[in-house]
């Protein structure tokens, strides 16, 4: 089992949800470099769980305990290694599934990859509880990008039917970046909140779980980063989403929407701002031919309902080979999206720190 991604930037992410602890190894960042460790517990505490009705209640204080690669405030040049003690488990929650694999869940999969050797607790390795490594890293990555002047930020853009105004794709002002860099319930539209709230208590009070979308930008990237055909800046940060988990889906720009269009719809038209080329709207999602046009890059990312309810599901007992029931007990998010937010924004930064290379 490899967990790695990245050649410039290379991260690999450890642990399971229910071992000792969970982290991340990053490799091949520049010496020197200063680190704002506030900053990093600022992302941190927006992904921990435990802070309302729309999360698990399960409470983790994710405090990241650096082993190696810093000195002090300073990027040393070594491996960077973080990890962050599971403190709060329950595991006798999840006896019933070492036979009876949750439907939705990796539980099955990985049974039959794993010769059942997988952990499957809390779902182990393939847990949403990993993702509190990545945004350590991507916390890490965003600063050294920021340095260059490039900036990511994302919100919720539904859940359920609920939605969010989209970004304007062509201008998104650093006011909105900072602000929505800093919420754990980030919206544009801050009068969507009370709707999307409804729409996840009605999902936990039913026993259920509702899944939505994110939408993320990247802002101050100039064109031309990006190689055809396989490193496109497209797949290399749909490889990275993708990691994530409860990712089922990306869209660039307009995404599906631009194949219902005509050419003369979705094309973006050219012109000069102050000697800079830019277009004059951004159907493309600021990626042509893989590359990039100077342009914010735009996607959203769908993510599925948390599989883990406490409705009674048909399953199948692996040891006795009949079909059964599953109730699942434990602590599980009703509605994953909020929290994914930054998970979506530190893998951007990830990915986008891989295509533009280090910062020598």
Not at 178 to 187: D, I, Q
Not at 284 to 309: D, E, H, Q, R, Y
């Amino acid at each position: 089992m490899s967990s790695t991604f990245g050649e410039k930037i290379k991260i690999s992410v450890f642990g399971e949800s229910h071992g000792n602890g969970i982290g991340v190894v990053i490799d091949g960042l520049t010496a020197g470099e200063k680190i704002d460790m506030d900053k990093v517990l600022v992302q941190m505490a927006r992904r921990a769980p435990g802070k309302d009705k729309t999360a698990t209640p399960r409470k983790e204080s994710d405090l990241p305990r650096v082993l190696s690669g810093m000195l002090g405030d300073t990027l040393t040049g070594a491996p960077l290694c973080a990890v962050i003690e599971n403190t709060n488990t329950k595991s006798g929650d999840y006896s019933n599934l070492l036979s009876c694999p949750r439907p939705g869940h990796s539980d099955y999969t990985a049974f039959i990859k794993y010769n059942a050797a997988n952990d499957i607790r809390g779902g182990g390795h393939f847990s949403g509880r990993l993702t509190a490594p990545i945004v350590f890293a991507g916390a890490i990555c965003r600063q050294l990008l920021e340095k260059r002047g490039i900036k990511i930020a994302a919100h919720i853009s539904s859940i359920g039917s609920v939605m969010d105004k989209d970004f304007d794709p062509t201008s998104i002002p650093d006011e909105l970046i900072e602000k929505l860099n800093g919420s754990s319930f980030a919206l544009i539209d801050d009068f969507a909140e009370e709707a999307m709230r409804a729409e996840v208590e009605d999902a936990r009070m039913s026993l259920d779980s509702v899944g939505g979308t994110v939408e993320c930008a990247v802002t101050g990237i100039e064109p031309g980063f990006g190689d055809p055909m396989f490193d496109g800046v497209e797949g290399v940060i749909a490889k990275a989403v993708f990691g994530v988990p409860a990712i089922k889906g990306i869209e660039f720009g307009k995404g599906f929407e631009l194949s219902k269009m005509r050419g003369s719809q979705s094309n973006d038209s050219f012109r000069y701002d102050g000697g800079r080329v830019v277009t004059e709207t951004n159907n493309c999602g600021g990626i042509l031919g893989g590359i990039t046009n100077g342009m914010p890059i735009v996607f959203k990312a769908a993510i599925k309902p948390t599989p883990s309810i406490s409705q009674k599901q048909k399953t199948v007992d692996l040891q006795k080979r009949e079909n059964a029931e599953l109730e699942i007990h434990g602590r599980h998010d009703p509605c994953i999206v909020p929290r994914a937010v930054p998970v979506i924004e530190a893998i951007t930064a990830i990915a986008i720190i891989n295509i533009l290379g280090n910062t020598e």
